[in-house]
């Protein structure tokens, strides 16, 4: 990589140059830079007037009245998720029994409860028994198993 060379800052300030002094040096450069004589070259542009017209007031925003938001309705759990019965959950010892009994009734379903059961494994208790708070799942998957579920599910 190449250092970046910079122009030494001058210890004193450059005297301002007056407008006509410019243009005579700038008028120079072109005449060098495109062949043409000093005196080809336009001295002044001559500068056009411009009309600024007074900018229109914006208009003030009228508030918009912002209607209050209902009240989002109670969700309605289904019955077997408002009453689970503490005694109602089985163990993890009787999921297991019921799943090895059940192994011929519904082959095709033997994978998944143990995958059900495997990972319910982590949130027993030393005893085999589950938080109230599976219930509902034990109720679904294991549905065909328990007592008094479809024997579809």
């Known amino acids: 990589m190449t250092p970046v060379r910079r ?6 300030e450059l005297e301002p140059q007056s407008i006509e002094e410019l243009r005579r040096k700038v008028g120079w450069q072109v005449s060098k830079a495109y062949g043409l004589e000093l005196e080809e070259i336009d001295p002044e542009p001559v500068p056009v007037p411009v009309t600024v017209l007074p900018a229109e007031p914006e208009p003030v925003p009228v508030p918009v009245p912002v209607p209050e938001p209902e009240p989002e309705p109670e969700l309605e759990l289904p019955p077997a998720a408002v009453a689970v019965d503490l005694m109602s959950v089985p163990t993890l010892h009787e999921l297991e029994r019921l799943v090895a009994a059940a192994g011929g009734v519904h082959p095709e379903r033997v994978e998944e409860w143990r995958w059900y059961l495997f990972y319910l494994r982590d949130f027993a208790r030393p005893d085999g028994s589950l938080d109230p708070t599976f219930g ?10 328990l007592p008094g ?4 599910a």
């Open 149 to 152: 579920g479809s024997a579809q």
């Open 136 to 145: 509902l799942l034990i109720e679904t998957a294991f549905s065909a198993l």
């Open 7 to 12: 122009r030494p800052v001058p210890d004193e």
